[in-house]
């Protein structure tokens, strides 16, 4: 019993870190989000990998597993990009409710904003394709809702570093906003072949792995936590290169 539930305390640690990284989402605490969400990523890749190794992988652990994920990766890169259309500066307004039984309230949000959450939809479907997938392939089909909720988490270190300040206003506008929300959902839902880290190819397989690896250790040292978000830009820039030029 104590076995089976292992892989079941690492998915709830999963959830747990979810629901706080939206609170620090929330309130613009972004550098504990993007914390959070990493030890989200951490405890998601031991929950299956203790799942495997002890031969207790379920039906109900994969359906819990992808629960937290839709948190981690989907609600609270939403809950960012919302906070990030705020800032931008788009305009939030005041809906007054009033009912005939004498209870009144005031509805306070950002409409525009709202399109930030279209990141936790693009998420939710790439989950739900995932889980309807039979059989395993020795690559990942799209960018990964992991990978791309760690993306998004990174973009205020993009807009904060003082190098880049010279592009922060071309970075920080609705538009650009939009762009990337759009470009999230595209990159999670589309068909492209993207490489596992894992080595499943023979020697070769080294080689992209190390090139990201080199290539995001060399970001760190320029531009810090920069890195976060351009790492997995990497990522997908040499994927395409892999599997354009079938190397």
């Known amino acids: 019993m104590i ?21 620090f989402a929330f309130t613009h605490q972004f550098n504990a989000a993007l914390l959070l969400v990493l030890l989200g990523v951490f405890f998601d890749f031991f929950d299956g990998f203790f799942a495997r190794i002890l031969g207790v992988e379920s039906k109900l652990g994969v359906q819990l597993d992808s629960m937290a994920d839709l948190i981690t990766s989907g609600f609270a890169p939403g809950a960012l990009m919302y906070q990030l259309f705020v800032l931008s ?18 509805l306070s949000f950002a409409p525009m904003a709202l399109l930030g959450f279209s ?17 395993t392939y020795p690559f990942f089909k799209g960018l990964p809702a992991p990978a791309n909720a760690i993306m998004i988490m990174g973009l205020p270190f993009v807009f904060q570093h003082p190098n880049l300040a010279i592009f922060k206003d071309y970075f920080m506008n609705p538009v650009s906003l939009m762009i990337c929300c759009f470009l999230s959902i595209f990159l999670m839902n589309i068909h492209w072949k993207m490489f596992s880290l894992k080595a499943n190819e023979g020697m070769r397989s080294f080689l992209f792995p190390v090139l990201l690896i080199i290539g995001a250790t060399a970001l760190f040292l320029l531009y ?24």
């Open 89 to 106: 500066g788009v305009k939030i307004i005041d809906y007054p409710i009033n009912t005939s039984s004498d209870i009144s309230m005031v």
């Open 3 to 23: 076995k089976k539930s292992i892989p079941h305390v690492f998915t709830s640690m999963n959830l747990l870190a979810g629901c706080l990284a939206v609170y």
């Open 224 to 247: 810090g936590l920069v890195a976060i978000s351009g790492a997995i830009i990497l990522y997908v820039v040499l994927s395409s290169i892999k599997y354009i030029f079938k190397i």
């Open 119 to 135: 990141v936790t939809l693009g998420a939710a479907f790439r989950l739900a394709r995932f889980n309807l997938l039979e059989e």
